[in-house]
């Protein structure tokens, strides 16, 4: 018998019928184990812990070494520092104030002390005692110093004149480099320097005379055409002067107390009978001087700061040529654990922070974490509520050393123009004082490093420091206009213009973290197309030149701007002289 259903039975049927559909989806068919897809193991990245590591992700970390003092019987040397934050790699490899056991130099069967001297005058007094002493005794311990890269012309000449008595095996010689102030040494000022640089005309400056900070200050002011006053008992409006300060602390504290001083005026260099008072404007100084004006003052920026003239201010390591080179052995064993330790203060932050622990204990002042925070530079606000960089410095490999002596692929020999061109400087300020300083290649052995980096291919493999430009100059830092000597009409450089371009080469070098911009200019005689091409072909040939030196592609931009940028009126033969120039410009 048939069931007649009716069209709303359907209808509920069909509702029941998806209702517990749905349910046997929900509840059985979601439910039920299904098969994944298989799982793929991406690979394991393990990046060394800290932002500027020069070694790879699977280097080994060495074990730090205890605080027990070795006693290795090894070869015994003092080393005299100035508080410095590129002496990490020398405080990790040491292990303490005094060689530690298990440490790279007790590896090395080296025991050193390593001694706090922020004066260099005493630096120069142990060193010449070490060396009466060794020339009648070869066992005394041997003595050695670290310093300013920029200030050994000054060291060298002083030094070298009081070991002259000695003989010339006992001359002082440089054999490494351990690292280098990123930012730490400075010259700090009012905003509007940074604005305009003329605005530093008639202004003072307090500084450690001819040291390596007041370097700074002189090299940028060279840079921006500026003159500098060297007599520090006079005071001339149309120059930057000086104010002479014990160290670098006492720099900054100059301008913290509000110190002025009475000063002759000069006009048109001669003094006059007429006096006038100064205070400070400005410091050259480094951290922790640079942190006293920021906490305890304020108002004052970076001007200009190693972080930009990235070569300057290597730590070099120096002593004597008969200690050394009765101790060959000891020296390169010295500097494959120095490079050693310079490759784990970059690559591991707990080594960095254990160099910076012992840093406090050797300079006895504030603590780790207060060395490590200036060593990895910091922005802070000052007691004026400005924002201000502090500190950086930079821990050297064995690939920057020899980067920095000329032993790396480029050949560019980066200290010997850092020596020269402030050694020049200091002969052109200071003639009486300073006619002349020693030799590089009688005062720099590279035989020692260039041993090392020949037979410790191994040593090698830490990454370079490696300067990162912009694509395009933004700000200027410097600008100048030479004059280069072309051909006429063409591009060609006339030999005599060669002078020019190797004195632009060495700007380039010690400014190593700015671009270099170079540009073409001519005067609006001619076709306006035609000299737009000459000025362009020229910056071209003056790039080609300083790439011919080795300076990097990714450092130099060259543009030609024709008639477009007159700095003198055309209509004067002197004028159209001026307006043929090429401009060059450090900025970033």
């Known amino acids: 018998m048939a069931i007649k259903v009716k069209p709303g039975g359907k209808v509920l ?45 699977n280097a080994a970390k060495l074990p730090l070494p205890g605080a027990e003092e070795s006693a290795n019987g090894g070869t015994r040397i003092s080393w005299k520092i ?65 310093f300013m890269g920029d200030g050994m012309p000054m060291f060298f000449a002083a030094l070298a004149k009081e070991l002259e008595p000695l003989g010339p095996e006992y001359q002082p010689v440089a054999f490494y480099t351990m690292g280098k102030s990123y930012g730490e040494d400075k010259l700090m000022g009012p905003a509007e320097w940074k604005v305009d640089p003329k605005n530093a005309l008639g202004k003072t400056v307090s500084c450690v005379m001819r040291d390596g900070d007041m370097n700074i200050l002189v090299k940028w002011a060279g840079d921006n055409g500026l003159r500098v006053n060297p007599d520090e008992t006079t005071y001339d409006r149309n ?30 260099g001669k003094k006059i009978a007429k006096d006038t008072t100064v205070g400070v404007d400005g410091v050259a100084t480094w951290t922790p001087g640079d942190v006293n004006i920021a906490q305890k003052k304020g108002g004052l920026i970076n001007i200009a700061t190693t972080r930009e ?205 700015l671009k270099l911009g170079i540009y073409g200019h001519t005067d609006n005689v001619g076709n306006e197309t035609a000299n737009l091409k000459l000025s362009n072909d020229r910056a071209e040939s003056v790039k080609a030149y300083l790439l011919s030196k080795g300076l990097a592609a990714a450092r130099l931009e060259s543009k030609g701007f024709g008639a477009a940028k007159p700095i003198a009126e055309n209509a004067t033969a002197e004028g159209r002289a001026q307006n043929r120039r090429v401009q060059i410009v450090l900025g970033n």
């Open 239 to 268: 120059a930057i002067n000086l104010i002479a300060a014990n160290d670098f602390l006492d720099a900054a504290n100059k301008y913290i107390a509000g110190y002025t001083e009475g000063r002759k005026l000069v006009v048109n």
């Open 309 to 513: 003239y990235a070569s300057q201010m290597p730590n070099i390591s120096i002593t004597i040529r008969k200690f050394a080179n009765d101790h060959r052995t000891d020296i390169e064993n010295l500097i494959m654990a120095l490079a050693q330790a310079g490759d784990q203060v970059r690559s591991f932050t707990d080594a960095k922070q254990f160099a910076a622990d012992i840093s406090a204990k050797v300079y006895n002042e504030q603590n780790g974490a207060y060395w490590l925070k200036y060593y990895n530079g910091v922005e802070e606000k000052d007691a004026q509520g400005i924002n201000l960089a502090l500190g950086g410095s930079m821990a050297f490999n064995l690939a920057d050393a020899a980067n920095m002596f000329g032993l790396g692929d480029d050949k560019l020999d980066r200290y010997k123009i850092v020596y020269g061109t402030f050694g020049d400087i200091l002969v052109k300020m200071y003639p009486e004082l300073v006619p002349t300083y020693p030799v590089y290649n009688k005062v720099v052995d590279k035989s020692f490093l260039a041993s090392v980096v020949s037979n410790h291919p191994e040593l090698l493999t830490g990454t370079a420091i490696k300067e990162q430009y912009a694509a395009e100059i933004t700000k200027e830092v410097s600008s100048r206009s030479v004059q280069v000597q072309f051909e006429t009409g063409s591009a060609v450089i006339r030999p005599e213009s060669y002078s020019t371009l190797d004195d632009i080469l060495k700007s380039a070098v010690v400014a190593e973290g």
């Open 82 to 146: 100035m508080a410095w934050n590129s002496q990490f790699p020398l405080m990790y490899a040491n292990g303490g104030p005094k060689t530690t056991k298990g440490s790279l130099v007790d590896k090395a069967n080296l025991e050193i002390e390593i001694v706090r001297q922020d004066d260099c005058n005493k630096s120069i007094a142990d060193v010449v005692k070490f060396a009466q002493d060794y020339k009648s005794n070869p066992n005394t311990p041997g003595v050695f110093a670290s």
């Open 13 to 57: 049927g069909i509702v029941l019928l998806l209702g517990a559909i749905y349910a046997g989806k929900v509840l059985w068919w979601d439910k039920r184990p299904q098969e994944a897809k298989a799982a793929a193991e991406i690979g394991k990245v393990a990046l060394p812990d800290a932002p500027e590591a020069s070694l790879s992700s």
